[in-house]
């Protein structure tokens, strides 16, 4: 079973940034288009970002867009989400995900898709 593991959460004030990561021990994601997804307490899990393997897309949430961006870097086997300008509104657990069996991003791919998670890391963002 191939298990994500993101990291990088914390505390952080209005305006401050942090830089999510996620890897996948003894497994390479080279091939595979990795979601970002985060949920806040009380709320839906909402997808953020996609990142395609290949074909060099990358989507993103209305909410987070010219905020947050997504890269890969496949030397380290690892997919970033670097997020700037936090808001309160981010403050959520956030979770990668990726569908085995597909390479690139059609779009923000819905959470059904994917076939393997990690398991999440928090973010708050408060003054």
């Known amino acids: 079973q191939v298990q994500l593991v993101e990291s990088g959460g914390g505390l952080v004030q209005p305006g401050g940034s942090l830089r999510l990561s996620c890897t996948a021990p003894g497994f390479t994601l080279d091939y595979y288009f990795i979601s970002w997804f985060r949920q806040a307490p009380g709320k839906d899990r909402e997808a953020v970002s996609c990142i395609s393997a290949h074909d060099g897309n990358i989507y993103y949430a209305d909410s987070v867009k010219g905020r947050f961006t997504g890269s890969r870097d496949n030397a380290k086997n690892t997919v970033y989400l670097q997020m700037n300008s936090l808001r309160p509104e981010d403050t959520a657990v956030y979770y990668c995900?990726?569908?085995?069996?597909?390479?690139?991003?059609?779009?923000?791919?819905?959470?059904?898709?994917?076939?393997?998670w990690g398991q999440g890391t928090e973010v708050t963002v408060s003054s």
């Open positions: 995900a990726t569908d085995l069996n597909r390479s690139n991003c059609p779009g923000l791919v819905p959470r059904t898709w994917h076939t393997n």
